[in-house]
């Protein structure tokens, strides 16, 4: 069936430094992607998102790039803060009819000091 | 508003107990989404509704039931709870003709033993 994956389980950046995450997914019927943010014991929160008829889209300190051709995505957070460690989640919707998501199984991103 | 609000936040149940969780939204959001998340995974939707009165299956359905008499109000049932079950569960909504973005309540964390 169709899915939405991850490059990289983990990720580890140091403070200061870009962090990019990557995404890949396989359903061309996709409308629109979006990058949740999770917090431990926390539930997904909105980060960006970004339509199937843009290649990229900016947002304050994050850019999501898609390359449609290759179907992949990416999350790019400027200047990393402690605060950016957590779990993030690319999912993509827009081809059914509630407008349901799917989503990856998520990047855990470490900010070392 | 409080957005979306799930309780209880923790629970273990026995096999085969049942219980229903609760999930309330006070946007006025059409749509209503239950997801459940296994440990290092992403969500996987199990039902969801685009009206009172409305629900159907996702992609995870057996051994849970909904119903939504009220715009506000999407509780979701176990019947005979398995060891299988246990995971967090997400409540999520999202307005019909805004944005695609779901806003999600912080999680009810379940054991079954």
């Known amino acids: 069936g169709e899915s939405v994956g991850l490059h990289l389980p983990t990720l580890s950046v140091q403070e200061g430094d870009n962090s990019i995450i990557n995404c890949a997914y396989s359903?061309?019927?996709?409308?629109?992607f979006i990058w949740y943010k999770q917090e431990s014991g926390k539930g997904p929160q909105f980060i960006i998102d970004i339509r199937s008829n843009m290649d990229k889209r900016q947002g304050q300190r994050v850019t999501v790039l898609l390359n449609k051709t290759v179907k992949h995505l990416s999350l790019q957070i400027a200047a990393t803060q402690p605060g950016d460690s957590a779990v993030y989640f690319c999912a993509e919707g827009g081809s059914g009819s509630a407008r349901q998501l799917t989503f990856g199984s998520g990047t855990q991103l470490t900010v070392l000091p | 508003n409080a957005g979306v609000t799930q309780t209880p936040k923790f629970r273990i149940l026995k096999i085969g107990q049942s219980m229903t969780l609760q999930c309330t939204q006070d946007?006025?959001?059409?749509?209503m989404y239950w997801y459940r998340q296994d440990p290092g995974m992403g969500l996987k939707l199990i039902y969801y509704s685009v009206g009172a009165g409305i629900t159907d299956k996702g992609e995870v359905p057996n051994g849970y039931n909904v119903s939504r008499s009220t715009t506000e109000d999407f509780p979701l049932r176990l019947e005979l709870a398995a060891p299988s079950q246990t995971s967090v569960y997400f409540c999520a909504s999202l307005t019909a003709g805004g944005t695609d973005t779901q806003y999600f309540g912080p999680g009810t964390r379940l054991t079954v033993l």
């Open positions: 946007m006025n959001h059409n749509y």
């Open positions: 359903n061309s019927a996709s409308d629109y």
